[in-house]
């Protein structure tokens, strides 16, 4: 089989399965550019358009039903329509979604984040992991009175100005790095130019890069933001040490350490699991239960700023920033988030990803997972990337590829990101995980001839491949 057979099978056989989709995505291109509204969830040669979701499982406008592998890019954690989410959410609506004014579940919600993460000394509630980041490097700008901040290269921060320069995307213009050696600056489409004179950029599990920075720079800086776990930037973990010398070299420059652990919550939160406490800590996708809510918090003396019986403080408004519904639902989930949980979606992590190394072995395709507990990304190449650079190498020129992989997953009836991020609900059962890495297996064998002609460099030739029937 050739490598146009090898595309043109899986594409048709995704087409055929998904005309619904197909009519969907035309309709939607009349009201939303390209026919859908986040950048992300869309693909060529379109989107499934979904209709349901129940437990672990969506189903699309025809009726396939999927193995939901990506749990809305991390953002849910107890799967579809779980009970206690459901009825929190619908007891709350008849009692109100947004009254106006403070009410018992925000400090509710609040007291039970602070016992999962108790360097939230302090918190106010947004809505989204965007706003929340975007609070933050403000309440670090104004508590140390400087305007630097250094951010991680590739690291995804959310929409905000400040959080799409040196994201991990397509770069539209660059400015220079303020020291030599150190990545150019690079602002996203519509991110005015200017916006790169207040951000520094420094590669991931880099710390001597860090070290020059903050010794150099230190008495310009008001934050250091970095994630626990490289997120958009391919699932890369902090390597040991990493953030612990965050720690040490932001209190030499007086600024304050950001952990962006919107994403890592799903994790636990990572600070308690490895004894490293920043400043300020944001969280958002699973502490809504599925619906939008931000948080930003951490030390009392920093949060004080925003109290307003003080001379002077933080403005901050927002009419649904933490509004009783998102709390409401954030409330059940926190509360179906303990250490069993964490330690179910470590086990299906650690599960998978070997499993997900011994496939590609098993059929002669380099290619390695990475992750930490219910985050995972899979990458072509042998060698597991260390930064956002490092994924960048291994992305280039293999994005039909992924596509390929991506659609052969959904022919077989699992939904995952086109990127390769994958997560898992604590209602996983392993068996589903053990029939992901099957799949992927499956998919990789196909995808041999075409891998074979376009990307040689990847076949293991003295593997030995084992023959692998399809499901």
């Given at each position: ?6 595309a043109g ?9 998904t005309?619904?989709?197909?009519t969907?995505?035309h ?6 550019p390209?026919?859908?509204t986040r ?16 437990g ?13 592998m ?14 206690a989410?459901?009825a929190?959410v ?8 947004a009254?106006?004014?403070p009410?018992?579940l ?5 007291e039970r ?5 108790p360097s939230l ?8 992991g965007?706003?929340?980041t975007?609070w ?11 305007d630097l901040?250094?951010?991680?290269d590739g690291g995804y ?18 400015a220079?790095a303020?020291?030599a050696?150190?990545p150019?600056?690079r602002?996203?489409a ?6 790169a ?9 880099d ?13 310009q800086i ?8 490289l997120?958009v930037g ?7 040490g ?6 040490r070299?932001?209190r ?14 799903r994790?636990g939160p ?21 619906l ?19 001379p002077?403080?933080?403005?901050h408004?927002g009419?649904?920033?933490?509004n ?13 988030f303990?250490?069993?949980e ?5 086990f299906?992590g ?5 499993g997900?190394?011994?496939?590609a072995a098993?059929v002669?395709?380099?290619g390695r997972?990475v992750?930490?507990?219910?985050l995972?990304?899979f990458h ?5 990337p260390?930064?956002?650079?490092d ?8 994005a039909?590829?992924?596509s ?12 995952t990101a086109?990127?390769?991020l ?7 059962a392993p068996?589903s ?6 799949a992927?297996?499956?998919?990789l064998?196909d995808l ?21 029937d399809?499901p």
């Open positions: 089989m050739n490598r146009h057979d090898v099978r899986i594409r048709e056989a995704y087409e055929h399965a005309p619904a989709s197909a969907a995505s309709r939607a291109a009349r009201s939303l390209g026919g859908d950048s992300m969830t869309w693909y060529p040669p379109y989107p499934l358009f979904l209709v349901q979701g129940e672990t499982r969506v189903r699309d406008a025809d009726g396939h039903w999927y193995e939901d990506i749990a809305n890019y991390g953002a849910l954690a107890h799967g579809h329509n779980h009970p989410l459901v929190a619908t007891g709350q609506m008849t009692r109100g979604t009254p106006g004014g009410v018992p925000q400090y509710e919600h609040a984040l602070r016992a999962l993460n000394e302090r918190l106010r509630y947004c809505n989204s965007t706003e929340a975007m933050a490097v403000r309440t670090a700008r104004a508590y140390t009175g400087r901040v250094v951010k991680i921060h959310g929409t905000h100005d400040w959080g799409q320069v040196n994201a991990f995307f397509a770069p539209q213009r660059t220079p303020r020291l050696g150190l150019e600056i602002p996203a519509g991110v005015a130019l200017s916006t004179g207040d951000i520094v950029a420094i590669p991931y599990n710390l001597p890069a860090a070290a020059t920075v903050l010794r150099g720079l230190g008495e008001a934050a250091v933001v970095v994630e626990p776990v997120g391919g699932g890369v973990p902090s390597a040991p990493y953030l612990a010398g965050l720690r070299l932001t030499e420059a007086g600024a304050l350490l950001v952990f962006d652990e919107c994403a890592t919550l994790l990572w600070q308690v699991k490895h004894g490293v406490i920043p400043d300020l800590t944001t969280h958002s996708k699973i502490v809504g239960g599925g939008p809510l931000g948080v930003f918090g951490g030390r009392e003396d920093v949060m004080a700023l925003f109290d307003p019986s003080r002077h403080p933080v403005h408004a009419a649904f920033g933490g009783s519904l998102s709390l409401a639902a954030g409330s059940a989930a926190l509360d179906h303990g250490t069993d964490i330690a179910h979606l470590d299906l650690d599960r998978l990803r070997a997900l190394d011994a496939a098993s002669g395709v380099a997972s992750g930490e507990g219910g995972s990304y072509f190449g042998g060698t597991p260390r930064d956002a650079a994924t960048a190498r291994l992305r280039a020129g293999r039909e590829l992924r390929l992989l991506h659609l052969s997953l959904l022919n077989a009836g699992f939904l086109p990127h390769g994958l997560c898992q609900h604590v209602p996983t068996e995980v053990d029939a992901l890495v099957d992927y297996g499956n998919a064998h041999r001839p075409y891998i074979a002609v376009h990307h040689p460099e990847l076949l293991e030739k003295d593997a030995g491949h084992v023959h692998r399809a």
